[in-house]
């Protein structure tokens, strides 16, 4: 279950409270005439089950409440409600299966601002990555994969194609090129910086190594990865499931690819960085494939159950649907 709270213009409060009533799989509906100060109105409350939620959401939105008033949307760790229970009965489909866009596209578009702290994490992600490939360490390669913060603007691109949004679309492929750009020149600094202590050498990249080879030797698997991987992250953001997207994190080679192409450039070593940035660029568009395609598949395959209950004789219909 989903909480929802709503500031509304005095004016507009009915309305809103008969779309809650009239979205199957909403209760627990609150009203608080003129408790809102800023902006000024009334305060509506509900709970609304997730398969349910979308629907509401454009509804509220038809009706321009988030520019005249507010929306904010919490989930419910806990409900022990019979009516709750039985909201979520009457919900159209899966709760796993329902994809609430407005919070895909909130959650992506947080996660792909170009920050200071965006940067950080890809930059050190990227630097410890640069220790694992040259020690052939592959634990080290794991903890840098799990400290990227890439999947963020990989999904944001996903959910902007899929939604028409050419700005969002733009904002995460500048957060990706830039991030990774930044990242692996602060890589190749600071593997010279080690090189002046001692702690690299040369030869290191040109003995055998095992454990990291892969990186910079792509071939088909690489892609396929890729592309399991992206339907696995986007699966994990749309069904909220973190623990499969720290899976995720660790199963593609974005961050040691980057790693190893910025150790390569600094000791010269072209034809590994060519190897590694197209490992990279393998990675990255296999991830954005697969993503755009799970997120489509996944947004008609919702609107097909969705409309099949509505036409079964007795099913109740959910807000805005004729």
């Known amino acids: 279950m989903l909480h929802v709270r709503m500031i509304t213009p005095p004016d507009l409060t009915e309305t809103v409270v008969s779309l809650v009533r009239g979205t199957v799989g909403t209760t627990h509906l609150v009203v608080f005439t003129g408790a809102a100060r800023d902006p000024a109105g009334d305060v ?38 019979r ?14 299966d329902a994809v609430i866009w407005e919070q895909l596209t909130e959650a992506t578009h947080e996660e792909s601002t170009l920050s200071i702290t965006y940067l950080a994490f890809l930059s050190i992600a990227t630097m410890i990555a640069a220790c694992g490939v040259v020690l052939d360490n592959a634990v ?23 939604r028409r949004a050419p700005r969002l679309a733009g904002r995460c492929l500048t957060a ?6 930044v990242a692996m020149l602060a890589t190749t600094a600071f593997s010279l910086v080690m090189d002046a202590l001692g702690q690299f050498r040369p030869e290191m990249l040109d003995t055998p190594r095992p454990n990291t080879s892969f990186i910079w030797q792509p071939d088909s698997f690489s892609f396929v990865v890729a592309l399991l991987a992206g339907v696995a992250g986007v699966l994990s953001l749309t069904s909220a499931k973190s623990g499969a997207l720290v899976g995720v994190a660790i199963s593609v080679t974005t961050v040691p690819a980057a790693a190893n192409a910025a150790v390569a450039l600094g000791y010269g070593e072209y034809a590994q960085m060519w190897g590694s940035v197209e490992q990279l660029l393998l990675n990255l568009a296999g991830i954005m494939v697969s993503g755009t395609l799970t997120l489509l598949a996944q947004k008609l395959l919702w609107r097909t159950q969705q409309n099949r209950m509505v036409r079964e004789p007795g099913a109740p219909r959910a807000a805005g649907k004729a």
């Open 44 to 81: 509506v409350l509900c709970d609304v089950a997730r398969e349910a939620a979308d629907e509401l959401l454009v509804e509220l939105r038809r009706v321009r409440l988030d520019e005249l008033g507010s929306i904010a949307v919490d989930d419910i760790d806990l409900s022990l409600s």
């Open 83 to 96: 009516r709750a229970d039985r909201a979520e009965e009457e919900a159209p489909g899966e709760a796993a």
């Open 140 to 162: 080290l390669i794991v903890g840098a994969m799990a400290v990227g913060p890439e999947f963020g603007p990989l999904a944001g691109v996903c959910a902007a194609l899929v």
């Open 176 to 181: 990706l090129l830039v991030g990774f750009a």
